[in-house]
């Protein structure tokens, strides 16, 4: 079997290292002349590290990152401590795997270097014009066709392969907020020679501001040598406009009344970025045939809950997975624990497109509900002044992710079913379901 990636970003190169885990040909297609990854941190929550810790990989994360020991949601106004969640050990020892924060460019690099390590073939350059779905080909913007058994399209919110699957173009639309990401160094920080800077930049913890209609986010990357600022504010960027660089007086302007220590913070940043959010309708389909979306291609979400790059690495994990179950029970003439007899009623192609539809199948329920955590994630921390506030401020205090941390009962049990699935596992019981119905 042959699989080919369209797109080089986190699910990408996890559905490749998934793919070859199982011994099935890779190429990956960017577009991109050089491999690289936009933006600063990224944190991966214990349902994405499950992930890596499979792959193997766990260990080079964490040389590379740090584990999260706390989250601290501060008062916007004044930077009162609203709640100190403890994360450290005992994320560790509810979900198997740390909460770890690491820089994009690390994480991307871990990632690549792996796929390749295990054969994947990558191609810079190759910027793909159209999929072909019935015979799976995809056809390149300098004239080739590549023709394979599977295409995986990983390309992001303004996805080429989305088009092919649903038959015409279907536009990211804006939410309403946008986000202005920077980084610096600690020695910026420790230059302001402010108290309560220097005591933020000790702790090996994500620190939120929760204000009206905004909230952001800060923690170190690279030991502490540099830290991680986002700001998520309503967007006021052009329609026709998806990133650009940002005006730094703008954005301290933005912040003005918010805690003197983040406008301290602010005031050290050189230039920065905003990004425009953006969502998908719920797609009809993310398969057709042999091609199938993951990631941003079919699901983005707004990045108020840390599970967008770990939904994408769960869904090319799953692919991969499902695609091995399906060559080693049915398509590989060499091993005798395969079924002859089901190979012969349905063709090599017809099997692959229903297990593609398997995963979609599988995904879809987890990914969407994702979606809209983040959307209520949104709507709570963006609460204006006011009793709404209050009593959001008030439940924060007994809220945690670990049922030990948690008084609230329910806050744990949400995050539970996110961070808890062993996907993989599960999956191989989804598989062994399907097969039966055959």
């Given at each position: 079997m042959k699989v080919i990636v369209v797109g080089g970003g986190l699910g990408g190169l996890a559905c490749a290292i998934a793919c070859r885990r199982e011994g099935i040909d890779v190429e990956i297609?960017?577009?991109?002349?050089?491999?690289?990854?936009?933006?600063?941190?990224?944190?991966?929550p214990p349902n994405g590290g499950r992930i890596m810790r499979d792959f193997g990989l766990l260990p080079q994360l964490l040389e590379q990152g740090s584990q999260v020991q706390q989250v601290d949601f501060r008062r916007y106004k004044d930077g009162r401590l609203l709640r100190s969640m403890p994360f450290g050990d005992d994320i560790t020892k509810e979900f198997g795997v740390p909460w770890i924060i690491i820089h994009r460019v690390d994480y991307h690099r871990i990632l690549l270097d792996e796929a390749i390590r295990l054969g994947a073939v990558l191609q810079l350059g190759a910027e793909v014009e159209d999929v072909y779905t019935e015979q799976p080909a995809v056809l390149l913007a300098d004239g080739r066709c590549i023709s394979t058994d599977v295409v995986i399209g990983a390309d992001g919110q303004m996805s080429t392969v989305r088009k092919a699957v649903l038959g015409s173009p279907n536009s990211p639309v804006p939410t309403g907020d946008m986000a202005y990401r920077a980084t610096f160094s600690r020695e910026q920080l420790e230059a302001l020679g402010d108290e309560k800077v220097n005591e933020l930049c000790q702790k090996t913890a994500v620190t939120s501001w929760l204000g009206p209609e905004k909230h952001t986010i800060f923690y170190p990357l690279r030991d502490g040598k540099e830290f991680n600022l986002v700001l998520m504010r309503p967007d006021n960027l052009s329609l026709d406009s998806r990133?650009?660089?940002?005006?730094?007086?703008?954005?301290?302007?933005?912040?003005?009344?918010?805690?003197?220590?983040?406008?301290?913070?602010?005031?050290?940043?050189?230039?920065?970025?905003?990004?425009?959010?953006?969502?998908?309708?719920?797609?009809?389909?993310?398969?057709?045939?042999?091609?199938?979306?993951?990631?941003?291609?079919?699901?983005?979400?707004?990045?108020?809950?840390?599970?967008?790059?770990?939904?994408?690495?769960?869904?090319?994990?799953?692919?991969?997975?499902?695609?091995?179950?399906?060559?080693?029970?049915?398509?590989?003439?060499?091993?005798?624990?395969?079924?002859?007899?089901?190979?012969?009623?349905?063709s090599a192609q017809d099997l692959t497109a229903a297990v593609l539809a398997l995963y979609e199948k599988y995904r879809k329920a987890r990914t969407t509900r994702n979606v809209q955590g983040a959307v209520m994630n949104r709507k709570l921390f963006h609460i204006p002044d006011g009793l709404l506030q209050r009593i959001r401020d008030f439940l924060l205090g007994y809220a945690g992710v670990t049922r030990k941390s948690d008084w609230t009962w329910l806050s744990s049990?949400?995050?539970?079913?996110?961070?808890?699935?062993?996907?993989?596992?599960?999956?191989?019981?989804?598989?062994?379901?399907?097969?039966?119905?055959?």
């Amino acid at each position: 079997m042959k699989v080919i990636v369209v797109g080089g970003g986190l699910g990408g190169l996890a559905c490749a290292i998934a793919c070859r885990r199982e011994g099935i040909d890779v190429e990956i297609l960017e577009r991109s002349d050089q491999v690289h990854e936009v933006g600063a941190g990224i944190q991966i929550p214990p349902n994405g590290g499950r992930i890596m810790r499979d792959f193997g990989l766990l260990p080079q994360l964490l040389e590379q990152g740090s584990q999260v020991q706390q989250v601290d949601f501060r008062r916007y106004k004044d930077g009162r401590l609203l709640r100190s969640m403890p994360f450290g050990d005992d994320i560790t020892k509810e979900f198997g795997v740390p909460w770890i924060i690491i820089h994009r460019v690390d994480y991307h690099r871990i990632l690549l270097d792996e796929a390749i390590r295990l054969g994947a073939v990558l191609q810079l350059g190759a910027e793909v014009e159209d999929v072909y779905t019935e015979q799976p080909a995809v056809l390149l913007a300098d004239g080739r066709c590549i023709s394979t058994d599977v295409v995986i399209g990983a390309d992001g919110q303004m996805s080429t392969v989305r088009k092919a699957v649903l038959g015409s173009p279907n536009s990211p639309v804006p939410t309403g907020d946008m986000a202005y990401r920077a980084t610096f160094s600690r020695e910026q920080l420790e230059a302001l020679g402010d108290e309560k800077v220097n005591e933020l930049c000790q702790k090996t913890a994500v620190t939120s501001w929760l204000g009206p209609e905004k909230h952001t986010i800060f923690y170190p990357l690279r030991d502490g040598k540099e830290f991680n600022l986002v700001l998520m504010r309503p967007d006021n960027l052009s329609l026709d406009s998806r990133r650009e660089q940002g005006d730094i007086e703008e954005m301290r302007e933005s912040y003005a009344d918010w805690d003197e220590t983040l406008q301290k913070l602010v005031s050290c940043v050189p230039s920065v970025y905003r990004w425009k959010l953006t969502h998908l309708s719920e797609l009809e389909s993310w398969t057709k045939g042999s091609v199938a979306l993951l990631g941003d291609a079919c699901h983005p979400t707004l990045p108020y809950q840390a599970q967008g790059g770990a939904m994408a690495v769960e869904d090319g994990a799953v692919i991969g997975k499902l695609l091995g179950l399906l060559q080693v029970r049915y398509l590989d003439p060499r091993n005798s624990g395969s079924d002859p007899s089901i190979s012969m009623r349905s063709s090599a192609q017809d099997l692959t497109a229903a297990v593609l539809a398997l995963y979609e199948k599988y995904r879809k329920a987890r990914t969407t509900r994702n979606v809209q955590g983040a959307v209520m994630n949104r709507k709570l921390f963006h609460i204006p002044d006011g009793l709404l506030q209050r009593i959001r401020d008030f439940l924060l205090g007994y809220a945690g992710v670990t049922r030990k941390s948690d008084w609230t009962w329910l806050s744990s049990f949400r995050q539970g079913q996110t961070l808890g699935l062993d996907v993989l596992e599960d999956c191989q019981k989804v598989f062994e379901e399907w097969r039966l119905t055959l």
